[in-house]
């Protein structure tokens, strides 16, 4: 059985709640007032009631949970029993192999993997539960990842000052200039581009929401000082309105209209290069399509990449931009 992630919120408040050995037999409106202060929200007695049932089915808690007359409460009778100690089924351990199996077929070696790989396998052997060496060694699934890409090894630690908030500096080498330099960021997320991972932060010397790629990074160290929080709009249009990771300076969000052969016309029907995308098709079988983006290195090389079976009709600086090929 299904368990949403509110009912599970739910019951965790039922569950400590009768766990408490200083507030025993707790009513419904003991509970109901808990979630409301632990939650934020304050489900109906009907909904309390229900969440109790479903606890006790074996499927869901198999909770040895018990309405006692006397005390017009409700208590466990087992005061060991707790739902954060509910052993895994044999279709959770199925699930879970399954999950980790995709995640390696996913991730071959790369470090963001690694991490999740890891951490389910230590559940697993808590279970004494592993794969079969012929499940480990076949691949099903092939991914354009390849062994001994750079960057990797500061993952966990740029994942980290994302997700606590926390300034890092760190030495970016330039692969144009051929030179480093110390930079200090303000790190927001990682994000992952044509199987190349970013760290997308605000940065000190720029005064604004830049993009570094992690193999251009070098020894990022925690500092001690105050984080600089970004606005979140901004960052949504940063990292969404746009192709690519790395947007063409003093380019603004803009209308790009091009125009596809019927060679490729379908390829970009079915995978369209952003959300905003909207086609018009020609009786020829050719395709007019617009875009709403922040304009891009990224893009532009993808318009090239098709030579002549792609022309940018607007706007005008960008249809220069590729004009050579046509």
């Given at each position: 059985m299904g368990i949403s992630k509110s009912a599970y919120s739910r019951y965790r408040v039922i569950d400590s709640m009768l766990r408490n050995k200083y507030k025993k037999y707790p009513t419904l409106l003991d509970i109901q007032d808990a979630c409301e202060r632990h939650l934020d929200l304050t489900p109906s007695k009907d909904t309390l009631e229900k969440d109790i049932?479903?606890?006790?089915?074996a499927d869901v808690c198999d909770a040895p949970i018990v309405y006692c007359?006397?005390?017009k409460g409700y208590y466990y009778t087992n005061p060991n029993y707790s739902i954060n100690s509910i052993p895994l089924t044999d279709n959770d351990i199925s699930s879970i192999k399954e999950a980790l199996?995709?995640?390696k077929n996913l991730g071959g070696g790369n470090r963001v993997n690694e991490r999740f790989s890891e951490a389910i396998q230590k559940i697993l052997v808590a279970y004494k539960e592993e794969f079969p060496d012929s499940d480990t060694k076949r691949k099903i699934i092939l991914t354009d990842y390849v062994e001994g890409a750079k960057g990797y090894e500061n993952f966990n630690t740029l994942f980290k000052a994302c997700k606590n908030q926390y300034p890092v500096s760190?030495?970016?080498y330039s692969y144009n200039n051929r030179e480093f330099k110390a930079i200090i960021v303000h790190p927001i997320l990682?994000?992952?581009f044509e199987n190349r991972w970013y760290l997308v932060g605000y940065s000190e010397s720029h005064k604004s929401i830049r993009t570094f790629g992690l193999d251009r990074i070098y020894e990022p160290l925690q500092?001690?000082?105050k984080y600089i929080v970004s606005d979140e709009k901004e960052v949504e249009s940063y990292c969404n309105d746009i192709y690519g990771v790395y947007p063409i300076e003093n380019q603004p969000k803009q209308l790009i209209t091009f125009l596809t052969s019927i060679k490729i016309t379908n390829y970009f029907e079915a995978y369209p290069i952003h959300s905003s995308q909207k086609p018009e098709k020609n009786e020829s079988g050719s395709s007019f399509f617009t875009i709403d983006l922040v304009p891009s290195m990224e893009l532009?090389?993808?318009?090239r990449s098709y030579g002549k079976n792609l022309e940018v009709i607007n706007p005008q600086w960008l249809r220069e931009q590729t004009k050579t090929l046509l």
């Open positions: 049932r479903d606890m006790k089915k007359r006397k005390n199996d995709l995640i760190f030495s970016h990682l994000k992952e500092l001690k000082r532009i090389r993808l318009f």
